[in-house]
């Protein structure tokens, strides 16, 4: 019995014994990697395609047998680590991202983790190839910047044509919208990192502009404010406009609000530099047509259509139009993630495609049949910067005597009436001053875009009637190129008036080395959402000016050129053409 005990005893110290030896065996290619761990650090940085593995590189202490299988897993797992995202992170790369790598499978994942050892052989390789195709983006980059510089001639060409360097009366203080002296005091430490900071006195919390802050240190946005007059928007080549554009696209969006009122969703944007604009989200493709059993006050707002607007009031030398800018939208991280409109983010759903969609509120369209969905997430819309605040720059809305009656079956007096014009012109502030050639540019404008919707227009209350209208909601132009609106023409068939500059530089647009439609293809290249119109929206406005500049040659064959024309022009632009209104075919 004692025996027995005795061998229980002994095969128990045996089982313990190789227990523990098995357990050190485990142990020591850890304890190994551990002690090696700083010296490879070093070189582990520059290894490669091992720089995810922390054992040690030397032959003498290179481990046996089952060790060393470890090692190399534990290698290829780490850089399956380094090189991925965790399973979360990867689930919404998969579902709401355009990269191709983000389409990768769990599959896939084992595979590249397999291949890891496999993979040191052919780096060498890979990035050779990738050399070669970073030249090839380069080649390809060089040239893509080379054609609008070659095409660049012909809109530089019309910029020193002498009808756009003509100059302003000299601007006073009842002038200009702001006087910056007075009328505008800045916070510049609640901009955050916007450089408005006052290195010399950090104490004083309030700045002027003629202080320690310049006008040059504003946001872009404020730049452009200032720069109103009574006479346009912003000047000729004004390099702020330009730079406003950039941030219109570039800008961190930090909040997204449901503008209130109008028949369609627009989106109020607000930047990181605390600018704002109003966000058209994209509702038709470019090849799209307005529906023809579709009414003027029930059709699509487009976004392409109100960043043409911009560029087609700049080659009329209008500047009415707010800058715009086409912007690629992330739905999710830029408008459901910082929007604070509880109304708005309620409206987001995930479509039976895997999109991202939303409706919002307003009078039409927005349902869940009319939804706006990315691709997965992303969409496409234009960006208007914001005009001055009411509260800093009051602007007075006026009926346009033009407008239609916005019913099914009524017509409006203008329709029926052929000498309604002679009773808009004993009609202030149609009576006097400019603001009837004001209708007339902005008819001509409107008729070049096919746009209807024109019910009101806006002025500053400071100018008074002596001041330019605004072209503002260019949304509902550009909506048939097959079809031209001759209902639009009719404030000028009926008026024949014009200003003496809006009438050469449409006869100039018509010619063939300059040509309309060609200028606007090349201004609408500068926008990220090339291209901004098709071919055919482009060839309708050669056709629409030729149109235009007929019926202002039936006035002045009608009434005369000196009744017609409005001379505006002092003195006369010596490349100007003759008082001649040849019919344009």
């Not at 004993?426 to 540019?441: F, S, V």
Request: aromatic share 8%; hydrophobic share 35%; charged share 30%.
């Amino acid at each position: 019995m004692i025996l027995f005990r005795k061998f229980r005893l002994l095969i128990l110290m045996v089982f313990l014994v190789a227990c523990t030896m098995h357990i050190m065996i485990d142990l020591l290619p850890r304890l190994e990697r551990r002690a090696a761990g700083p010296g490879s650090g070093g070189g582990g940085g520059g290894g490669g395609g091992d720089a995810g593995c922390s054992c040690a590189h030397s032959p003498s202490e290179e481990p046996r047998g089952r060790p060393k299988q470890r090692s190399r897993a534990a290698a290829s797992a780490a850089g399956a680590q380094a090189g991925w995202p965790g399973k979360h992170t990867l689930r919404i790369l998969q579902d709401f991202s355009n990269e191709p790598s983000s389409n990768l499978t769990s599959q896939s994942l084992e595979k590249l983790a397999g291949a890891g050892d496999r993979a040191e052989p052919v780096k060498r390789a890979d990035e050779t190839l990738e050399e070669k195709q970073k030249s090839l983006i380069r080649e390809r980059g060089s040239r893509g910047k080379e054609k609008p510089e070659q095409r660049a001639s012909r809109l530089a060409a019309l910029y020193e044509h002498p009808l756009y360097k003509s100059d302003l009366p000299p601007l006073t203080d009842d002038d200009t919208l702001f006087n910056v002296n007075t009328d505008i005091r800045f916070y510049p430490k609640a901009t955050g990192n916007q450089e408005w900071h006052n290195e010399g006195n950090e104490e004083e919390e309030e700045y002027s502009p003629t202080g320690e802050v310049t006008a040059e240190s504003y946001p872009n946005w404020l730049r452009f404010h200032i720069g109103i007059n009574r006479y346009e928007l912003y000047s000729r080549h004004n390099p702020v406009v330009e730079a406003l554009l950039k941030d219109l696209q570039s800008q961190r969006i930090t909040s997204v609000a449901m503008k209130s009122g109008g028949t369609q969703l627009k989106l109020i944007m607000t930047f990181q530099n605390y600018g704002q604009a109003l966000f058209k989200p994209m509702k038709q493709t470019r090849e799209q047509e307005t529906p023809p059993d579709f009414f003027y006050f029930s059709d699509f707002e487009r976004h392409n259509a109100e960043i043409a607007a911009f560029h087609l009031d700049r080659i009329l030398d209008f500047r009415r139009v707010p800058p715009v800018a086409g912007r690629l939208v992330n739905m999710t991280r830029e408008i459901r993630d910082v929007t604070r409109d509880k109304k708005l983010w309620r409206t987001f759903f995930i479509s039976p495609a895997n999109n991202i969609c939303f409706y919002g509120e307003c009078s039409y369209y927005c349902s869940t049949e009319h939804a706006l969905c990315g691709k997965p997430d992303q969409i496409e819309g234009s960006l208007a910067a914001f005009l001055p605040d009411l509260a800093l720059a009051k602007r007075k809305t006026w009926r346009n005597p033009w407008r239609r009656s916005y019913h099914k079956r009524k017509k409006a007096e203008w329709e029926v009436d052929p000498d309604y014009c002679d009773e808009v012109k004993q009609t202030p502030p149609y009576d006097r001053g400019t603001r009837l050639l004001d209708i007339m540019d902005m008819t001509i404008f409107d008729f070049l875009m096919g746009n209807m919707d024109r019910h009101h227009y806006e002025t500053f209350e400071k100018f008074g009637n002596e001041t330019f209208i605004i072209h503002l909601d260019n949304g509902r132009g550009f909506g048939k190129h097959s079809h031209d609106e001759m209902s639009i023409l009719v404030p000028l068939s009926q008026c024949c008036r014009v200003r003496r500059s809006t009438y050469l530089r449409l006869q100039l647009l018509a010619k063939e080395e300059y040509q309309l439609s060609s200028l606007m293809e090349e201004s609408l290249l500068r926008d990220r959402l090339v291209p901004v119109l098709i071919k055919p929206h482009l060839q309708a406005l050669d056709r629409r000016l030729r149109l235009a500049l007929n019926v202002l040659a039936e006035c002045i064959e009608k009434e005369g050129y000196t009744t017609v024309v409005e001379h505006d022009l002092d003195p006369q632009p010596a490349a100007a053409p003759l008082h001649q209104a040849p019919r344009v075919r």
